[in-house]
């Protein structure tokens, strides 16, 4: 079962803007994590996120959790060509922890030179 | 340098044959994970591991096995009993339960 699912499922923009993807999930967490995937690679990790915080940011990256709403936002701030990538979010959601981390089906970012 | 290695990169198997996939890690990780991932799709859990000779089933177990008899080792086996094999296989361990994913970079399996 996928407990995490991004919105939307594509975005494309150009380069210089900002790009914004939801995940929703459906039970209780522990921890919210977004990773990034470029095309036949490994998944490449970008931000943890606990349930007890709201809000995290690193470099051009900003992450909102929403526990009340179970939903959380990636925003990528002025946009590169380079962040064109699939972008995923995985949570413990419902694993009674037992370490069970679940993905979403992924937002695919295409950047615009 | 520290990481997590998969082999290997490509494999092909014929209808009927069982294979094993290699994942190993460096990075003194206690959890290792299995993952499954299909064109233009999310990552879905076949098998994990928080210790050494223990692990779980994930939401797509059927058709595979899994041994952990070392903690940087955990490989993967296709049985012929999994009916759709074909996809990109993902291996990542975490120094926590449930704590940040070191992936490898995958080994992509096509039954002919």
């Known amino acids: 079962s996928q407990q995490g699912e991004e919105d939307p499922q594509a975005l494309s923009i150009q380069e210089g803007e900002n790009a914004t993807m939801n995940c929703s999930y459906k039970t209780s967490i522990n921890n919210l994590q977004w990773y990034r995937q470029n095309s036949g690679r490994g998944l490449v990790h970008l931000i943890l996120i606990r349930s007890n915080e709201r809000e995290k940011h690193s470099g051009r990256l900003r992450v909102t959790l929403d526990t009340s709403k179970k939903s959380s936002s990636l925003l990528i701030t002025a946009s590169r060509a380079a962040d064109t990538a699939s972008y995923f979010c995985?949570?413990?959601?419902?694993?009674?922890?037992?370490?069970?981390?679940?993905f979403g089906q992924g937002t695919t970012l295409q950047v615009k030179p | 340098d520290g990481g997590i290695t998969q082999s290997p990169k490509y494999l092909f198997r014929k209808e009927g044959q069982n294979v094993t996939l290699s994942c190993e890690q460096n990075?003194?990780?206690?959890?290792m994970y299995w993952y499954r991932q299909d064109p233009g799709q999310g990552l879905r859990l076949i098998y994990y591991s928080q210790i050494v000779n223990d692990f779980q089933k994930g939401d797509i177990a059927e058709g595979y096995s899994v041994s952990r008899e070392k903690k940087e080792s955990f490989p993967l086996t296709v049985t012929s009993a999994q009916k759709n094999p074909t996809a990109f296989y993902l291996c990542?361990?975490?120094?926590?339960?449930?704590?940040?994913?070191?992936f490898g970079e995958g080994s992509r399996l096509t039954v002919l």
């Open positions: 990075l003194n990780h206690d959890a």
């Open positions: 990542a361990s975490s120094m926590t339960r449930a704590g940040e994913l070191f």
């Open positions: 995985a949570t413990d959601a419902g694993s009674g922890n037992t370490g069970k981390l679940i």
